[in-house]
T-cell receptor, first 109, second 115 residues
């Protein structure tokens, strides 16, 4: 079992729709959780962090964490073509961060 | 401070040659990480430093790989006797120390192609 699992996609949504990205992790001791966005040929950039169960909102982005289910999600509201990228889920534990393989999102105009 | 800098951006080398990459982290960050990323995969952890001490190395880091961070500032990653399987993007990231973990700031990466 991989430490961090994501649906590789591609996920395609129309402009203005809600994009929902999901992630599960295997280590129950994981302490904190992050979402990164990576455009093709570029390095990852941090967009959200979440540490406690529940929802955390930042602009059009909402991260959701359920530690009992070992599940993290990212919702992107009012999706824009500029949101088209690969979204990486990352889990921090024992002093380093482990990444999922990413979900490729395409927002169609 | 302009963020995390990596040099070179691209490196093409012949199989069997040695290569060295450099990373300059954000100056106030005491942690520095090296990751490797291949097409369609997420970044894979290689090693990390807290100040000048190398605290963890992945089993992915064979004895052909070595990393240093003299004086707790910039870091170098050397690959000896390169193999075609070493072709990847090598990412450096830095962060502050935190029990919960701060998000990392990544550099632009060094793309290595072994021919």
């Amino acid at each position: 079992q991989k430490e961090v699992e994501q649906n590789s996609g591609p996920l395609s949504v129309p402009e203005g729709a809600i994009a929902s990205l999901n992630c599960t992790y295997s280590d129950r001791g994981s302490q904190s959780f992050f979402w990164y966005r990576q455009y093709s040929g570029k390095s990852p950039e941090l967009i959200m962090s979440i540490y406690s169960n529940g929802d955390k909102e930042d602009g059009r982005f909402t991260a959701q964490l359920n530690k009992a289910s070992q599940y993290v999600s990212l919702l992107i509201r009012d999706s824009q073509p500029s949101d088209s990228a690969t979204y990486l889920c990352a889990v921090f534990n024992n002093n380093d961060m482990r990444f999922g393989a990413g979900t490729r999102l395409t927002v169609k105009p | 401070d302009t963020g995390v800098s990596q040099d070179p951006r691209h490196k093409i080398t012949k199989r069997g040659q040695n290569v060295t990459f450099r990373c300059d982290p954000i100056s106030e960050h005491n942690r520095l990480y090296w990751y490797r990323q291949t097409l369609g995969q997420g970044p894979e952890f290689l090693t990390y430093f807290q100040n000048e001490a190398q605290l963890e190395k992945s089993r992915l880091l064979s004895d052909r790989f070595s990393a240093e961070r003299p004086k707790g500032s910039f870091s170098t990653l050397e690959i000896q006797r390169t193999e075609q399987g070493d072709s990847a993007m090598y990412l450096c990231a830095s962060s502050l120390t935190s029990g919960l973990g701060y998000g990392y700031t990544f550099g632009s990466g060094t793309r290595l192609t072994v021919v």
